[in-house]
């Protein structure tokens, strides 16, 4: 099923907009850390820039994840019903079981996370120092994937001073070796930071401090996002697991078990808090559910090992199989939904659907290069210029004119094709009314609008235009309004502000 979904539906905005990072040279990136494009290098170097292409990663990135889950759980508790819990958890809840194949920071990020874990987790059973310096090469990687990662330190922490080993791994080379190995793995964003006024940590850094009201609003699409992706019963049932977990290695000082628990709980918690204020993106704390799964498979056989009652074991086993048959029901549905059904039931809201139909947008605007004799195109969101960019597959330069803070250290696109030649501005409205059209001094004529629709629905209106007179800055002094980028934001009620 990640197959067909990966190979039939075509790619997001987001996606697409990591496919071009995937086409330069840069360590890293405004927004991410290089990762994802590394990832999406792997499968479209197999199967070319098409959807499975640049999908593919986020497939093998599943299954690594559910392998080292299963040897995690088989590890600790030696029950192959257990293991296998632990392969179909995830298979049961949307976002692993499916959207996985949606390649984000996020893929690249879980199955080293879910190594390092394992690498501990190897540390606790054969008391070799040496997985340390495996653990802190995994936790590299998963810094190099997205920034995030670093809400797993406080998991690290306790698993190494809590239990009774403390003061030997303390004292111990290894621990601090394998943070330096992590440091040497993430030195690709230190170095392109240190070359670029740290603008991905400040734009993070934006994002992360920025003070909103108090919204139920968002809190309640955090919790929504969280049942829906993870799973209507899935959901609670993790979070018990976890927390008896918790209570466990808490209370006799287990160290795999503080360390599962630990990575579930301080993420949710920082996550949910932000969503008290703040917009939580759907892919935010999808690498902290897998801890989750592991902590949940290996509860269902502590608990009868433990001495609870025999009724509370039994209720576990009941509704952990009532989870994984109702969330896998919910997956197929979910994929049959978009990938054969003809319906839009959600409206402009629907997460798919309101980022399809660009080839509408594509080929109207090859017609007018045709037309016209315009020999680039512009953009002024990423949304677009990444589509745009993905649908002409470099047949002619696209340019994204403002936000160029995005763009530091990305190759000439062709400026022997748009200096002093005729460009068409392809722009979702009201985009093409923004006050920066005024600092330009380019030339512009309305030549047509077209409508993105997904199943009988209008998803967006764009406008073309022709530029002439004008040649867009690549690279604007960092004052400039073209160099600015956007954060989210919920200050003036426009979702975007800018920094």
């Known amino acids: 099923m990640r197959l067909v ?9 987001d996606e697409a907009y990591y496919w071009t990072w995937s086409k ?9 850390p290089p990762g994802i494009a590394w990832l999406i290098r792997f499968g479209t170097a197999i199967f070319g820039d098409t959807s499975l292409g640049v999908r593919f990663g986020g497939i093998v990135a599943m299954l690594v994840t559910q392998l080292l889950l299963a040897d995690i759980v088989r590890r600790v508790t030696q029950d192959a019903r257990a293991v296998i819990f632990a392969v179909l958890l995830p298979e049961a809840a949307l976002y692993y079981g499916l959207l996985m194949a949606k390649v ?40 190099l994937s997205k920034f995030t990662a670093v809400l ?19 004292l111990s080379p290894y621990p601090w070796a394998g943070a330096l190995i992590a440091m040497i793995v993430f030195l690709p964003v230190l170095l392109w930071n240190a070359q670029h006024d740290w603008a991905s940590f400040r734009f993070q850094f934006v994002r992360a401090v920025a003070t909103h009201p108090f919204s139920f609003r968002t809190l309640g699409e955090f919790i929504g996002l969280q049942f829906g992706l993870v799973g209507f019963v899935l959901l609670p049932v993790v979070l018990s697991g976890v927390t008896l977990t918790a209570w466990r290695g808490y209370r006799t000082r287990e160290p795999v078990a503080i360390l599962l628990s630990t990575a579930v709980l301080v993420p949710f918690l920082y996550f949910l808090w932000k969503s008290l204020t703040l917009r939580v993106g759907d892919t935010w704390p999808m690498f902290l559910w897998p801890a989750g799964f592991a902590a949940t498979a290996i509860n269902l056989v502590m608990l009868p090992r433990e001495g609870f009652s025999e009724r509370l074991v039994r209720s576990t086993l009941h509704w952990a199989r009532v989870a994984v048959v109702t969330g896998i029901a919910f997956v ?7 990938v054969a059904a003809p319906w839009n039931l959600i409206g402009r809201t629907d997460p798919v659907g309101g980022e399809a139909g660009y080839e509408q947008v594509a080929a109207r605007a090859r017609a007018q290069l045709q037309k016209t004799g315009a020999t680039w195109i512009a953009t002024t969101d990423y949304r677009t210029y990444a589509m745009l960019r993905w649908h002409f597959r470099g ?3 696209v340019v994204q004119i403002n936000e160029r803070g995005r763009f530091q250290g990305f190759a000439d ?54 530029l002439t007179g004008w040649t867009p800055e ?9 160099f600015r980028w956007r954060v989210l934001a919920a200050r003036d009620g426009s979702g975007a502000i800018s920094s």
Request: proline share 10%; hydrophobic share 50%; with cysteine.
């Open 395 to 397: 047949e002619v330069p």
């Open 332 to 338: 197929v549905v979910v994929f049959f939904y978009y």
């Open 152 to 170: 797993l330190l406080p998991a690290v922490a306790a698993f190494l001073l809590v239990p009774d080993w403390r003061r030997r791994w303390l």
């Open 5 to 13: 979904y990966a190979g039939v539906l075509d790619l997001r905005t």
């Open 24 to 32: 330069e040279s840069a360590l890293a990136f405004l927004d991410h």
């Open 104 to 143: 984000a920071p996020d893929t690249a990020m879980i199955p080293c996370a879910v190594a390092m874990l394992w690498a501990l987790v190897r540390l606790t059973e054969s008391g070799n120092p040496r997985w340390w310096l495996a653990a802190g090469l995994f936790a590299g990687l998963a810094l």
């Open 474 to 482: 690549l690279s604007p002094p960092p004052g400039s309004p073209l």
């Open 413 to 466: 696109p062709g400026m022997g094709l748009i200096k002093d030649h005729p460009g068409l501005y392809v722009g979702r409205e009201p985009d093409d009314r923004m006050p920066l059209w005024a600092l330009v001094g380019a030339k512009r004529e309305p030549l047509d609008r077209v409508q993105r629709v997904w199943r009988g629905t209008v998803m967006d209106t764009y406008a073309l235009e022709t």
